[in-house]
T-cell receptor, first 115, second 112 residues
């Protein structure tokens, strides 16, 4: 699976949009971008994933560049509860490896929402 | 809806003692189940995964073992704990979308 690079930490004011970048310059054509977050002392929580089109759900938006070498997770109106470590993961998502989830989480970006 | 539970939440054990962490999933059948470990300040390391009863795959050689005696039950064990076994242990199962993992609350193990 492709390696990802994220800034170690970021701050964002409460109520503003939080934009978390991720570089995955060696991504392959069949690899998806996944985002998870981990609030302190809890298990990681799935946020969103995408292949090449921008995606949006009730939690966040995922913007993937046209060359797919980087992406940005957007939390549109950050709250204090969004303070967490955010992980960007790139992996192949096919039925062939469905039962072998070797998701490598790395160290992620520690996002702090400031009141 | 599907839920996943782990216990105990916190455990302090002496070196050389046995370990048993339990994980159960509700609201789904034949899930793929996983055990991860997170050392302090580090990412998650996949330890074991299981695609069915009695089927266990180990990712890294270690002092731990896993078992799946029932469809929705996954157990992590050790006969003799080492100091290096300390960490945050997470059980997870896969949802319908490949790559979408749902995690339990975690079990924090401290080996003294």
């Amino acid at each position: 699976d492709a390696k990802t690079t994220q800034p170690p930490s970021m701050d964002c004011a409460e109520g503003r949009a939080a934009n978390l970048p991720c570089n995955h310059s060696t991504i392959s054509g069949n690899e998806y971008v996944y985002w998870y977050r981990q609030i302190h002392s809890q298990g990681p929580q799935y946020i969103i994933h995408g292949l090449k089109n921008n995606e949006t759900n009730e939690m966040a938006s995922l913007i993937i560049t046209e060359d797919r070498k980087s992406s940005t997770l957007i939390l549109p109106h950050a709250t204090l509860r969004d303070t967490a470590v955010y992980y960007c993961i790139v992996r192949v998502a096919t039925w062939r490896n469905f039962g072998n989830e070797k998701l490598t989480f790395g160290t992620g970006t520690r996002l702090t929402i400031i009141p | 809806s599907q839920t996943i539970h782990q216990w105990p939440a916190t455990l302090v054990q002496p070196v050389g003692s046995p370990l048993s962490l339990e994980c159960t999933v509700e609201g789904t059948s034949n899930p793929n189940l996983y055990w991860y470990r997170q050392a302090a300040g580090r990412g998650l390391q996949l330890l074991f995964y299981s695609v069915g009863i009695g089927q266990i795959s180990s990712e890294v050689p270690q002092n731990l073992s896993a078992s799946r005696p029932q469809d929705r039950q996954f157990i992590l064990s050790s006969k003799k704990l080492l100091l290096s076994d300390s960490g945050f242990y997470l059980c997870a199962w896969t949802g319908q979308a490949a790559g979408e993992l749902f995690f339990g609350e975690g079990s924090r193990l401290t080996v003294l």
